[in-house]
């Protein structure tokens, strides 16, 4: 083919840069286009990853799969060209080949090779049309990684904003770490997000892990004091490892199941609230610069948005207690003792119409429902001094609950007592009787003069007359009850299981 004749083919591949087609559509049309254009029997364009000295994507004509795999092995260690010197099929001696770097200004994007030209051997031509389709592949490449660089760091910066928001409408701190992990596993395309936070001992422990594979065996993985890798997060460096596996810094059991792997600190203000860990599959690509940079600008974003969600967590809890607190003092300092000054009226008036049996059974009523309405709102007061978080899962866990937020009005905390699985055993609806039954009778032990212990015990190994199993509540106190002639006050309750 002339020179005059290759110009439309020419023109064709250069001015599909700027078409519709994708990139691997474009270089591969570049690739074709070249061999075509030169008579070439061989072609292959070779793209190197980003900051690496390694083949990202292998475009080639005329050769087999094995041809393809044994060129691909080569191209880490041939910077010049992309075929070996031996040609193609591996039997005629050196055939001659060209090759031309695919580069914009002073940037390697990877080689252009053609080998063993029929008849005879390549033209200045043939090398003059290589380096402008060189050229035209390097411009392809270079707006695809403009474009893509573009969009990753439109996602990355969605991504720490999408976070941001959703740490700060409200979550509790478990979901708060798994939403970071999630959300930068996404981002980043790893196998895993892991959060470790710092250990009493001073190490790290793995506390959340997002994975799209199994994740037994992660969470609680540590990493122990003095290692390498430990040294530079606990100092607020990121570290960077390229092989999980091999890399002598790692030495947890679950490193083997990585490759690539980023570990970057989540600070804010100088303080480390923990470590993510975005662990790549074994084999897949390392991370560029860019990848890095964005991930580790993510880390800092989220750290911030967990400490600004911790801190609103605890102004939003601290202003429930402040609330519950003044509607307890205020039930305590004006409803209650109005309600009692108002029985002890009652009460004297009875003693004095006890002649006068109709007036005497009425004030009689009167007292004992304003008696229920005190033990009602000191049981109120009590619900009051619960913390505002999420109820417990266990029953034990709940009990002691109750008796935790008793202790803020009786001024000491309660001792309690379990016997037999009483979490096993117990009931929702038994359940729900038996602390309101604790309530009440902690309630009542607060209203006794002269309490300054109470026990209570909960016994899931009782059995009933009639043989079936129950679960029996007693709450004991030292106070002095008046009404049973003095002495120290017992109450027990009693239900089926």
Same mark, same amino acid.
């Given at each position: ?24 559509? $474009? ?12 008579? !070439? ?22 050769? $087999? ?78 707006? !695809? ?63 959340? !892990? ?52 980023? @570990?970057?600190? /989540? ?7 923990? $470590? ?67 029985? @002890? @009226? ?23 429902? /304003? ?8 049981? !109120? ?44 055993? @117990? ?61 120290? $006050? ?8």
């Amino acid at each position: 083919m002339t020179s005059v004749g290759r110009l439309p083919l020419l023109l064709e591949a250069v001015l599909s840069i700027g078409s519709d087609l994708g990139l691997r559509a $474009t270089l591969q049309q570049i690739v074709d286009t070249a061999t075509t254009l030169t008579g !070439a029997r061989y072609g292959a364009l070779g793209v190197l990853e980003p900051d690496q000295d390694r083949t990202e994507a292998l475009y080639t004509t005329g050769m $087999t799969e094995a041809e393809r795999e044994r060129v691909g092995h080569l191209l880490p260690e041939r910077h010049a060209g992309l075929l070996p010197e031996g040609g193609g099929r591996g039997e005629p001696p050196a055939p001659a080949f060209l090759t031309a770097p695919i580069q914009v200004h002073t940037q390697l994007f990877g080689h252009l090779c053609l080998a063993e030209k029929s008849p005879g051997p390549f033209s200045e031509t043939d090398r003059a049309l290589l380096h402008v389709l060189a050229s035209q592949a390097g411009i392809a490449i270079g707006n !695809a990684r403009l474009y893509e660089s573009a969009r990753q760091r439109e996602r990355w910066i969605e991504g720490a904003a999408a976070v941001t928001t959703a740490l700060l409408t409200g979550t509790d701190a478990a979901d708060a770490l798994m939403t970071v992990a999630e959300s930068a596993r996404a981002l980043a395309g790893a196998l895993a997000g892991v959060i470790l936070q710092p250990t009493e001992a001073g190490g790290m422990e793995i506390v959340t !892990a997002s994975t799209l594979d199994d994740p037994a065996g992660i969470v609680g993985t540590t990493i122990a004091p003095g290692s390498p890798v430990l040294v530079q997060l606990l100092g607020g460096e990121p570290v960077f490892i390229d092989d999980s596996a091999t890399d002598p810094r790692m030495t947890t059991d679950v490193r083997s199941r990585f490759g690539p792997s980023m @570990m970057l600190p /989540l600070q804010s203000g100088g303080r480390l609230i923990g $470590t993510l860990a975005l662990p790549r599959r074994r084999g897949a690509p390392s991370y560029t610069a860019v990848d890095r940079l964005l991930a580790t600008q993510f880390a800092s974003q989220a750290a911030l948005a967990l400490v600004m969600a911790d801190a609103q967590a605890d102004r939003e809890r601290l202003a429930v207690y402040e609330d519950r607190d003044r509607i307890a003092r205020d039930l305590h300092d004006l409803v209650v003792q109005r309600l009692f000054a108002t029985e @002890m @009226m009652l009460e004297s008036t009875r003693r004095r119409a006890a002649a006068e049996e109709d007036a005497s059974e009425l004030l009689g009523r009167a007292v004992d429902e /304003l008696d229920s309405t005190i033990q009602e709102v000191r049981t !109120a007061i009590f619900a009051l001094q619960q913390p505002p978080a999420e109820a417990p899962s266990t029953f034990r866990g709940r009990v002691l609950r109750e008796t935790g937020g008793a202790a803020a009005l009786l001024g000491f905390p309660p001792s309690v007592h379990f016997t037999g699985a009483v979490d096993a055993l @117990m009931g929702e609806e038994t359940g729900r009787e038996l602390l309101a039954a604790l309530r009440g009778a902690l309630a009542a032990a607060h209203r006794r003069p002269g309490v300054s212990a109470i026990d209570v015990a909960v016994d899931a190994t009782v059995r009933l007359p009639d043989g079936r199993s129950a679960v029996r509540l007693v709450v004991a106190d030292d106070g002095d009850d008046e009404e049973a002639g003095g002495g120290s $006050t017992t109450v027990t309750w009693e239900a089926p299981l």
